[in-house]
């Protein structure tokens, strides 16, 4: 078997670009869109509602909102006050619901305590629901011949820099670092659907390491700073980390930098292609929310 400074003179590292790629996907949005407004003179919405003043909410719907004017989707502003009845919340869904430009319906998450946020989310409709949550989309993602109208954007996004780096995922070993419903669950989903051979390991797992350097494909989203060491990767894998962590710098204004959960320097030694933190993953996160709002603005436009 090669050695890690062999394989790397063989095959050096691929560091994968989430942000060009993702800036990719947002040109061929742009485009359809363009096509749909010149053919059907209708172009995709998304109603962002946002609960509260939180800064980092605040910022991740900004951005969200600049993100779909560059493309053409028309943005649907709903801003509540931190006070807001839970009631009154679910009718705004409703209303959002039942308004015929809306093709797609994101709730800013956390919402203030008194809102059951479960509760809230299952009543946004099943065709809008671009950030596949809903249970019925997780339950077809699920099960084998079934397919959800939504897949959840961050698991898209990773196996989407997957296909587009060129990495094979039929009949090969995946394990998935953490089990959240956000990324560890759905993309589990997503890789036992593209044909992978799936592991999760999580918090109660044993032996984690020498699980994962059995795997062709890491997903690492446990959100535990450099938690995966160069060492436990195998030669040549892919790595896509999910991880955001904040850790102490002082050189940095902000006095933190953000990492990922695996060690990059040491991955990019041993590793076939491996996504940064920051530009890999989050960058695609947006990307398919916009590219989930073009496909469920289709179903109802193109008709």
Not at 113 to 123: C, D, R, T
Not at 259 to 278: I, Y
Request: one cysteine or more; hydrophobic letters at 40%.
């Amino acid at each position: 078997m090669a050695s890690q400074e062999q394989h790397q003179e063989q095959n050096p590292c691929v560091i994968i670009d989430g942000k060009a790629i993702a800036q990719t996907i947002r040109s061929e949005i742009a485009e359809e869109v363009k096509q749909l407004s010149e053919k059907f003179g209708k172009v995709p919405g998304l109603a962002v509602v946002i609960v509260g003043c939180r800064k980092d909410s605040q910022s991740y719907v900004n951005m969200k909102r600049k993100a779909c004017a560059e493309v053409g989707i028309k943005s649907f502003d709903v801003d509540l006050p931190e006070n807001v009845s839970e009631a009154d919340l679910i009718h705004q869904v409703h209303d959002l619901n039942a308004h015929p430009d809306v093709h797609g319906i994101l709730v800013q998450l956390p919402l203030p305590s008194h809102i059951n946020e479960e509760k809230v989310l299952s009543e946004i409709s099943i065709e809008k629901d671009v950030d596949g949550f809903h249970p019925l989309n997780i339950g077809k993602l699920s099960m084998k011949g079934r397919e959800p109208l939504f897949e959840p954007c961050t698991p898209k996004g990773c196996l989407e820099l997957l296909a587009r780096s060129g990495v094979t995922v039929k009949g090969k070993r995946a394990v998935v670092v953490g089990r959240s419903n956000i990324v560890g669950l759905p993309v589990s989903m997503l890789l036992l659907k593209a044909d992978a051979t799936v592991t999760i390991v999580h918090s109660r797992s044993t032996n984690i390491e020498s699980i994962i350097r059995e795997a062709d494909i890491i997903i690492a989203a446990a959100g535990q700073a450099y938690m995966i060491k160069g060492d436990w990767i195998k030669p040549g894998a892919a790595v896509i980390d999910v991880g955001t962590n904040a850790v102490d710098d002082p050189s940095r204004k902000s006095g933190y930098r953000l990492v990922g959960d695996v060690d990059f320097k040491e991955a990019c030694k041993v590793a076939g292609c491996v996504t940064p933190v920051p530009g890999g993953v989050g960058p695609m996160t947006v990307a398919m929310l916009l590219k989930n709002t073009l496909d469920g603005a289709k179903r109802k436009i193109v008709q």
